[in-house]
T-cell receptor, first 113, second 115 residues
Framework: GQQLNQSPQSMFIQEGEDVSMNCTSS?????WLWYKQDPGEGPVLLIA?????ELTSNGRLTAQFGITRKDSFLNISASIPSDVGIYFC?????????????FGKGTKLSVKP | DTGVSQNPRHKITKRGQNVTFRCDPI?????LYWYRQTLGQGPEFLTY????????KSRLLSDRFSAERPKGSFSTLEIQRTEQGDSAMYLC?????????????FGSGTRLTVV
């Protein structure tokens, strides 16, 4: 089945630094989504990408849908303590499985003030 | 609308007992999904409904698991004869069907601990 490789697994950075994480897939997706999950809570959608090559921003967050449709990255600029959490990429396809999300294993972000 | 609501937030049960979780989706969302998340992993798909019809189940959904959405609104997930391996966070998500409405909204989850 489809699998997502998300890297890095964890990051420990200084407040104010920029962060970059990415996701690669063994097969193509029609949609890429990026979620953030705080401890004991469900994932919260950050950015949704619908077209290959699309670059989308949400405040300090920027994400891109790779041209090959097999990868995506998320950048966070000028990190702040509340950015701490686990970031998940998720891919989605249409057709056989009606839009079920396939998640990566997450990138755990820690920010030192 | 306050989003996707899940109850209970936490459940501790003894091995062999049955448990039932409830999910109340966003009211205008016709699709409802159940996911399971274990420590250090991303959520994994279990099953989904479009209105009241259960349209897909993953291999993860053993015979001990059953889900219902009787009136196309709230859903329940029941686990019979719980095992320690069932310990996980069970997440519910909802969305509207349609290509550009891929924004799943997740609930806060029900954390199950089987002792």
């Amino acid at each position: 089945g489809q699998q997502l490789n998300q890297s890095p697994q964890s990051m420990f950075i200084q407040e104010g630094e920029d962060v970059s994480m990415n996701c690669t897939s063994s097969s193509i997706f029609n949609t890429w989504l990026w979620y953030k999950q705080d401890p004991g809570e469900g994932p919260v959608l950050l950015i949704a990408l619908y077209k290959a090559g699309e670059l989308t921003s949400n405040g300090r967050l920027t994400a891109q849908f790779g041209i090959t449709r097999k990868d995506s990255f998320l950048n966070i600029s000028a990190s702040i303590p509340s950015d701490v959490g686990i970031y998940f990429c998720a891919g989605q396809n249409y057709g056989g499985s009606q839009g079920n999300l396939i998640f990566g294993k997450g990138t755990k972000l820690s920010v030192k003030p | 609308d306050t989003g996707v609501s899940q109850n209970p937030r936490h459940k501790i049960t003894k091995r062999g007992q049955n448990v039932t979780f409830r999910c109340d989706p966003i009211s205008e969302h016709n699709r409802l999904y159940w996911y399971r998340q274990t420590l250090g992993q991303g959520p994994e798909f279990l099953t989904y409904f479009q209105n009241e019809a259960q349209l897909e189940k993953s291999r993860l959904l053993s015979d001990r698991f059953s889900a219902e959405r009787p009136k196309g609104s709230f859903s329940t997930l029941e686990i019979q004869r719980t095992e320690q391996g069932d310990s996980a966070m069970y997440l519910c998500a909802s969305r509207r069907s349609g290509r550009e409405s891929s924004g799943y909204t997740f609930g806060s989850g029900t954390r199950l601990t089987v002792v």
